[in-house]
């Protein structure tokens, strides 16, 4: 049950997505270089800087999937003051002594996105500015109006949970992001699995003969090649990107739920329920979908609950070897090969993270597939007990 709660805490959060994460852009790559590799718990205050631009915001199902572009460019600041129609600001170092870069930017360029191709105008003598956005709006705010709300809404404080990368992302929403990959890599290929591995394995344990020799001829060959080795090799012949990876790991799966069909089919078309079946005169498909089927399917949902975790680790091992999804989609196994060489410095936690979050997952699967196999057993433990 453990297993099964940690899969669904997971599993949420990979559905919500961008909704729930702190860094809601896509693929969780909001990068600010001036605070990367931070440590746990750090925060800073942050200045929000409009872009100047004129992106119309994404529909929900649009920012459900993929998530939004920051409509705002985000600088770190230690110290910040107003100059009459400027805002002065002091960027944050990390050092004792802070000594930043000192920037003055106009305050309405850090609330709206001004189009300076149209009009714009500013009177210092009854303190107003006058612009036009890119959306074509005119507008005129008084310099207080604007400092009000640049204090208000475009200065923050931004903390970071689990710390930032090399690239100033936040490690939190990369390890969120990184769990879709995972799930949706397992659930694609132990369905891909399924599909090849049932149909195999049940045509080959009902007909026999020589189609079952064939067949097990092809599971022999797959099973012989290194699994990893296949993998790469299915990646480099179909393309390296986001989906080509799900469809080489669901190819090299198959072959062991054929064999645990194959040996459930030999043993049940011999039943008397089966017999009967051929005897009425049912055709072959409808034997093996509507009867044979049903009564292996327990053996299955158990070897696919293992499958799911052999899924998530292949995957990972070609994202850290490079194959995996392209970047900068974050997933668990590229962010241990991009921060691996923290492993032995003071920030050891960053390359541990992912490694922790795969070894959950994997656990999770494992303990499920057991419980499972328990739960599904058709020998009773009042059964066991009475043999001596």
Known sequence: MAGLWCIVIVALVAIAGPLIRPDSTPKANQQVLEIKIKPAGFSVQMLKVRKNDDKPQKNFFTRFFKGTENQYKLMPIYDYGFFGSDIIVEKYTGDKVNNGEKIKINIADVVYPIDYTESYEETTDNGMISFTTFSGEKVTKSITELQKMIVEDNIYTQKY??????????????????????????????????????TMGAIA????????????????????????????????????????????????????????????????????????????????????????????????????????????????????????????????????????????????????????????????????????????????VEDLESKP
């Open 205 to 380: 344990g009902y007909f026999k003969g020589w189609i079952d020799d064939l067949i097990m001829w092809i599971i022999n060959v797959v099973w012989s090649i290194p699994t990893l080795l296949l993998v790469i090799a299915i990646t480099l012949a179909i393309g390296k990107d986001f989906w080509q990876v799900f469809i080489a790991v669901g190819l090299t799966m198959w072959v062991e739920v054929a064999r645990v069909v194959r040996g459930q089919v030999i043993g049940l078309r011999e039943m008397e329920f089966i017999e009967a079946g051929n005897a009425l005169g049912f055709k072959s498909p409808r034997i093996i979908f509507r009867h044979i089927l049903p009564n292996v399917m327990g053996p299955v949902i158990v070897i696919s609950a293992s499958n799911f975790a052999s899924a998530i680790l292949i995957e990972a091992g070609l994202s850290f070897l490079g194959l995996g999804a392209p970047p900068p989609q974050a997933t668990w196994g590229k962010m241990i090969n991009e921060l691996r060489g923290y492993i032995t410095t003071g920030h050891a936690l960053l390359p541990i993270l992912p490694g922790l979050c795969i070894m959950a997952m994997v656990l999770s699967f494992v303990l499920l597939g057991n419980g499972l196999r328990d739960a599904l057993d058709t020998r009773s």
């Open 161 to 198: 949970y689990l710390g930032t990368d090399q690239y100033g992302r936040d490690i939190l929403s990369r390890l969120m992001a990184g769990a879709w990959i995972s799930l949706l890599v397992g659930f694609i290929a132990v369905f891909i699995s399924l599909v090849i591995g049932i």
